[in-house]
Each structure stands twice: as structure tokens, then as C-alpha cells.
């Protein structure tokens, strides 16, 4: 889980990566990233080698869910947040 302050208020955020089809050979698909890794920039897919010999053909999906167990998120309203994933060709 990853956590986020807004206000007064810390919330945690879970996420899951999933991908649906297949990652080529030579590459490698890291879905699993724990919190304190988000901090910071993290990789999907990363080559594994000198070469890549298949191409990819996946999709993937994040899910995130915020967890407010206290119902906090009702008063406040509104809220959101940026995500930025990048896509770097390999």
C-alpha cells in the first residue's frame, strides 16, 4: 500500500498490476511493486540480455483502490489525484 496525506487525513492506496497476453522473449514483466517503490519511478517491462528475440503483445491494467475504511473520503467531497505512467519503447 501506498500512502497519501490530504489534509490531516492519511489514506491507503492499494494497487495491483495485471497483464493479459504475451511478453516477448528477452523481456521481463515485473508486476508486482511494493509501496515504498512507488516513491520513486518503477518499471513494468525491462529487457533481460543483450536482445530481445519476440515481440510483445500484452495489455495491462492497474487497478487502484483507495482504502478510507472510515468513510472520510464522504465529507471531503471531491478528490483527485494525478498518476503519470510513462511508455518507453525498450
Same mark, same amino acid.
Given at each position: &500500500?501506498y500512502k497519501i496525506?490530504? +489534509?490531516? /487525513?492519511? =489514506?491507503? @492506496?492499494?494497487?495491483?498490476?495485471? *497483464?493479459?497476453? !504475451? ?5 521481463? $514483466?515485473?508486476?508486482?511493486? %511494493?509501496? %515504498?517503490? @512507488?516513491?520513486?519511478? /518503477?518499471? /513494468? @517491462?525491462?529487457?533481460?540480455? !543483450?536482445? /530481445? *528475440? *519476440? $515481440?510483445? %503483445?500484452?495489455? =495491462?491494467t492497474l487497478d487502484?483502490e483507495i482504502v478510507?475504511?472510515? %468513510?472520510? &473520503?464522504? &465529507? $471531503?467531497?471531491? =478528490? *483527485? !489525484?494525478?498518476?503519470?505512467?510513462? +511508455?518507453? !519503447? @525498450?
Amino acid at each position: &500500500m501506498y500512502k497519501i496525506r490530504l +489534509y490531516q /487525513v492519511t =489514506f491507503e @492506496l492499494k494497487h495491483h498490476v495485471s *497483464s493479459d497476453g !504475451d511478453v516477448g522473449e528477452g523481456v521481463d $514483466a515485473d508486476l508486482e511493486h %511494493n509501496s %515504498n517503490d @512507488l516513491a520513486e519511478d /518503477v518499471s /513494468v @517491462l525491462e529487457t533481460v540480455g !543483450d536482445s /530481445v *528475440s *519476440s $515481440a510483445t %503483445n500484452a495489455e =495491462f491494467t492497474l487497478d487502484i483502490e483507495i482504502v478510507d475504511d472510515s %468513510n472520510v &473520503m464522504e &465529507m $471531503a467531497g471531491e =478528490f *483527485s !489525484d494525478t498518476l503519470t505512467l510513462t +511508455y518507453t !519503447d @525498450l
